[in-house]
Structure formats: C-alpha cells, structure tokens
C-alpha cells in the first residue's frame, strides 16, 4: 500500500538549507527526509520512494546532475524543486525533460517555496485505496464505546461535514481526527493539526487566516495562515474551546463562506478545506456561559463524535498494554517484557486519569526497565490516592455456570500455581525474574507460602510438594543466594533447599507458630542434628 503521508526528500550540502527548507516542510502536515550529498539520496531505502525532491543548486556539479539523473529514470512522475541563484538554469535540466520542475530564486521567499512544495506533492502518481483495517492500527480496542466510535468515523469520512470530536485529554481525539483523513476523499492532500491552546491570543488571526506585508508592527513579509495551507486538505483545529471570542466570529464566516481575507488585505481567497474540530472541556456549559459562540458550535458540530475514557472501556486496558509493549520492544529491537499477573491486577485497578496517553507512557517505561531485568510497572501517581475498583462494583459470582471450589482444592489450586511459577524461574524467588515478582507478591510472602505448603526443591526431582507428616528438613544456603532463590549449596555441590516441617503450618501449627518462621541455615541445621534434634 502507497505511504499516506507524501514523502519529500531535501538534497542541500548546507545544514542551514536543510533546517530552513525541513521547518517549512513539517507545517504542511509532509515528512521531510534531508541528505547532505547526492550520494547519501542515492543509497537510501526505495521503499518509500518521495513524492517531490528539492535540490539545493550549490551542489558540486556531478552531485547535482546524479540526483537529475536519478530522477529522470524514476518511473511516474517525481516532481523536483530547483533552488538556485542564478538567471538561468543549469544546462544539465536537460536530463529532466518530460519530468515536473519548479525553479525557486535563493534566497527564496517562503510563502513560494510553501506553494512549490504543495504543488510539487499534488503532481505525484495516484496512490492505492488504503486498507481500512491499517488505517485504524492505533484505535485499538473492543470495546462497546469503541465500536461506536469506529462505527461513526465509517459514517463521516466519506462526507465534508464538520465534526466535533469531545472527550478528556489523552483518549485519543487526534488519532480519531487522522482516521476520518485517512478515510476521506481528501487523504491525499495534508492533514493540518493546530493546537488552538499554544497559540497567543494576539496571533490567533495572523496564524489562522495569514497576513500580508505590513498588517502590523513586525509583518515584514506575507505569510500564509493555517487555512490557505489546508486548501484541498483537512485542518484539524485541537483545543478549540481556547478560541478567544473575537476570533471566533471571523471563523466562523470562514466556516460559512469557504473564502477569507488576511489580515490587512480586503481581496478574498476562496479556499477549499474539510474541518475538524475537538475539545476537552464542556463546551456546551461554556455556550451557556457566554464562552463560546452558540453559532459556531452548532456549525462545527454537524456531526459530533464523543471519545470515551479508558476507566469506561476497561476491556480495552489489556489490549492496549499489549499493543504499546510490541510496539516499543520494536522500535528498542529487544523482546517483547512480559507482564506479571500482578502487573495485570494494578492495570486494571487503576484508575487511568491521564487515559491512553497515560497508559502508553506507563508502558514505555515498563519496556525500557525491563532491559535491566526489573519488571515492574510505575504508575505516574500514587494508587492509594486513585479509587480501586470496589468489590460491589465486580460481576458478581453467582449463577449455574460459577462452579464452587471447596478450601483444600483452593489450597491444592494456590500449590500448583506457586510451583509452576517456581519451576519458570528455574527455583528464583525474588528478584526482577523472581516467581515473587509472576504471582504479584512480596518474595517474604512467597517464602512463607511455600512453606506453609510443604512445596520443596531437590536438584533431582525440581519442585515436589511435601506430604503432612513426613520431616523434611528446611535449609537456604549460609551464602545469600545472587538471585533470591531458595536453592543452596549440598555437599555435591549441587543446588539444593529443603523445607523443614513435621505438619503443613496451616493444618498443624499450634500457637504461636506462624507461615514466616525463620528458616535456619545448614550450619544450623548441622548443630541440631549431631545433638539429635532431627
């Protein structure tokens, strides 16, 4: 499938030409590539071949003429933009005939190399019909308030209806936005996204609407707003409710006449553009509060579209854990962490108030630690602080289909586990890759249940469980072992840990005794059986 977002590649020797031509790039919603050598183009990956290319013509000659002629063989049309300071152009544009070409004057003004840039990515080839399914990669889920989502992006994308898109911050009101692009007809025109809250209130109209030269203290040149950017396109204005209401009058003629005027100009500019618009905040209380402009709302949110929080599609936590771990264990080419069942547990419980935004940054720390070995998450704030789900608030276990577990098959359930994870662990208890760490509990509780339960480890047979009655000594090595695991060192030399009980603590401990006892050491353990104590 063609690549989406056009691709432009910028051949400049000089870092500077680079930048400069890269920020004006990066605005129009286009990835820029920059090489410093005709050389360094050439050798790139041809899997995503650029939709234009801009040369810089202070290239050493041979440089300039191998990036012609790699063009020039290309199949289709790739545009190339021409920066030059000379009256006349270079005989080796020979070698483009048949090719599009733009010729920019250095130094160049911006406003022309924005449009030649424009012009250049629209002359590209047609592109494949996306796959839908691919287009939606980052809306993962399945649950119900997703679905709908998903169901109302499908109705919309085919129209030009404006769209409000509401939700808190970090439930993904940007990667809904991209989604309806994506789908549209407009898709292969850029998708512009504004951060209404990070503009100043004194620029909102020149960013917005563009100004010409002189408007206002400090307009030395034209520039163009946002919304000529966007001309074919879609704009995406994000905080919209941070719109001071002066502004908002003047977006709204825009929204209504499809043409607008810079700022100090009185010539109209038709304009072409799809909007959508999305906010955190209530923005129907702040229509009631006079905040917002009761006729812009209504001509922005023709179709509106509410984004749940993750607490409400709690189905979806898992599925999101697991996509954010694969997908940063690739971008680090390590492999995947797993998480813990207790890791699961405080996912869940979670109250999420930053949302998926939250959860993603949650997980990339997780990935990054678990480089170390360590496999625990950090949640961004303190749990106690954050309302866990009440037992009230749980399906209730009742019903025909809900079988009843008597307490020695929970005993017996609890035994099969804590080996399992013991086995896993190769006999390590504590520590990053420590059974303690799978079950979600501390290792000194781990340590007390595995006594309590009679489970003992023998180089021999790993992990067999101990029987009521039968004395089996309890020893962990008088040398710590590195890795928090109960197996010691026996006179072969081989791993070995015993747990000394005569009765499981639970079924025969009397008073007094607790699961926790100190375990003794094999010194110990020696002293009390030359004076017979075993």
Known sequence: MTQIEPLVGIVAEDISVRNAVLDLVVPLGIRGEAFASAQEFMARPHTDPPACVILDGDLPGISELAVQLELARAPGHVPLILLTGHDRLPKSLGTMKGKALTCVAKPWKEDELRLAIREGVSRQAPREE???????????????????????????????????????????????????????????????????????????????????????????????????????????????????????????????????????????????????????????????????RQDLYYRLSVFPIAVPPLRERREDILLLAAHFVGMYAAKMNIHPPQLSKGNIERLLDYHWPGNVRELQNVIERFVIVSQTGEVQLHLNRNERQVPRRRLEDRAPLEGPGIPIVTKSELRERERESIVAALARTNGMVAGPRGAALLLGMKPTTLFSRIKALGIVYDASNPWRQGRQGKTVSASRSQESHPTGGLAGKNGDGKAAAHIRHSKSPEEGAGEGTHPSDEVTDPLHSKRKASEGDV
């Open 130 to 292: 996306p796959d839908l399914a691919t287009l939606s990669r980052d809306l993962v889920g399945e649950s119900t308030g997703l679905r709908k989502v998903h169901q109302e992006i499908d109705l919309v994308a085919k129209t030009d209806a404006s769209v409000l898109i509401t939700g808190e911050t970090g439930t993904g009101k940007e990667l809904v936005a991209r989604a309806i692009h994506e789908r549209s007809e407009r898709r292969t025109r850029p998708l512009l996204t504004v951060n209404c809250g990070a503009i100043p209130e004194a620029l909102f109209e020149s960013e917005l609407f563009g100004h010409v030269k002189g408007a206002f203290s400090g307009a030395v040149r034209d520039k163009i707003g946002y919304f000529e950017l966007a001309d074919g396109g879609t704009l995406f204005l994000d905080e919209i409710g941070d719109v001071p209401l002066p502004v908002q009058v003047k977006l709204l003629r825009v929204l209504q006449e499809q043409e607008l005027a810079r700022v100090g100009d009185t010539r109209a500019r038709k304009i072409n553009f799809r909007i959508i618009a999305a906010t955190n905040r209530d923005i129907v209380s702040d229509v009631d509060a006079g905040r917002f």
